[in-house]
């Protein structure tokens, strides 16, 4: 087991299975299709915190954001501030990633991201873009996960516990890539 330090969980174990189960499939249909919902569990996900300063146009940007340091490739986070003692939570588990990407590769993956961002705004509206980042620390996010199946299919769900939304592809193909890797 490791100990990490995590932000704060705005979903509690019982709202998750309560999302769990509650969707816009009537519950005899999910059940039928996907399995009843057979387990939940917390889990873990390593993100790398950095200040970011984007120049564009004249005008200087600071951004407080996070950039998962496993693959890099998770949706970015953004903090209005460093979190605190109080938002965030220490604690010894086994159900979390390692984070793969060391400071440099994590930061070159969120100037990538930052620069798409800004492409997307319009290329038109760039003139002299510059973007810097700098490490801050590490902290991990919170999920849960919700198992469902019959017999011997499984099937993951993921919920961001902070956001309180389902998560996608990428996150499940995490979480499965982690469940069947050997430890």
Known sequence: MSNIRSLKPNV?????????????????????????????????IPFRLFQAQISNRGKTDQLLVAVDGVSGTLDLFQFNHVPTEEETICLETRNHLSGSLDSAAAGSQLMAKLRRIAYGRGFFRLQGLEIHASPVEEIHIPYWLGFRGSDDRARVAVIDAVRRRFEGAKVRRMVEAWLTSKR
């Open 12 to 44: 509690t174990r019982e709202q998750a299975i309560l999302q769990f189960s509650a969707s816009g499939i009537p519950r005899f249909f999910r059940n039928a299709a996907f399995g009843r919902l057979r387990s939940v569990a917390e889990f873990y």
